[in-house]
């Protein structure tokens, strides 16, 4: 199956700035996916980001806070902007890969705003 | 939207034991998945479902799509040390722009006491 790569790992913000988060693919797909972890809880959709198009948000998010870019069929980045504590979470890269719409996962971004 | 009930919330078992976790929707799905989440990684794919009815193994899992497209189980056979994890499942729906986003569980979190 495929091998999916982000950047950074884990960062620290300050609130009020934004962080971009980076999605690599060793091939090429053209489906990806981000997803947010709060704490201790489960994986919620953020949006779907597919080549040539623009992403499209999950009920609760909107492109404005988390922009999304899609500029090839391995890359993917999701930018979290004017971060509050809130936003504190693990950022997870998704794509449908392999036979039989398996999806895979990145080990996630985990983001600490203070 | 699309939610997902995941049971139970927590298990505490004894080295060797079998395990079973269940999910239920409200929602037809058109794939069930079951996926594993060790600390500080991304969940990691155990069992895909596509059809309902289907029985599928991997190893010492098993997990069922349930006939009603609505819910699934997952079973372990003699636990080992290494199960200890969450435990999420996942359904997909097909739209008429492509393969969804997966809609996760709540997660069931698997202790294994020696």
């Known amino acids: 199956s495929a091998v999916i790569s982000q950047k950074p790992s884990r960062d620290i913000c300050q609130r009020g700035t934004s962080l971009t988060i980076q999605c690599q693919v060793d091939?090429?797909?053209?489906?990806m996916f981000w997803y947010r972890q709060q704490p201790g809880q489960s994986l919620t959709l953020i949006a779907t980001?597919?080549?040539?198009?623009?992403?499209?948000?999950e009920s609760g998010f909107v492109i404005d806070k988390f922009p999304i870019s899609r500029p090839n069929l391995t890359f993917s980045t999701l930018t979290v902007s004017n971060m509050s504590p809130e936003d504190s979470s693990i950022y997870l890269c998704?794509?449908?890969?392999?036979?039989?719409?398996?999806?895979?996962f990145g080990s996630g971004t985990r983001l600490t705003v203070v | 939207g699309q939610q997902l009930n995941q049971s139970p919330q927590s298990m505490f078992i004894q080295e060797g034991e079998d395990v079973s976790m269940n999910c239920t929707s409200s929602?037809?799905?058109?794939?069930w998945l079951w996926y594993k989440q060790d600390p500080g990684e991304g969940p990691v794919l155990l069992i895909a479902?596509?059809?309902?009815?289907e029985l599928t193994s991997n190893g010492r899992l098993t997990a069922q799509f349930g006939i009603t497209r609505k819910d699934s189980f997952l079973n372990i056979s003699a636990s080992i040390p290494s199960d200890v994890g969450i435990y999420f499942c996942?359904?997909?729906?097909?739209?008429?722009?492509?393969?969804?986003?997966?809609?996760f569980g709540k997660g069931t979190h698997l202790i294994i006491q020696p």
């Open positions: 998704s794509a449908l890969t392999g036979v039989g719409y398996g999806y895979t």
């Open positions: 091939s090429q797909v053209t489906m």
């Open positions: 980001a597919n080549q040539g198009s623009e992403a499209t948000y």
């Open positions: 929602s037809i799905f058109n794939t």
């Open positions: 479902l596509y059809k309902a009815g």
């Open positions: 996942a359904g997909q729906v097909y739209s008429g722009g492509g393969a969804d986003g997966l809609t």
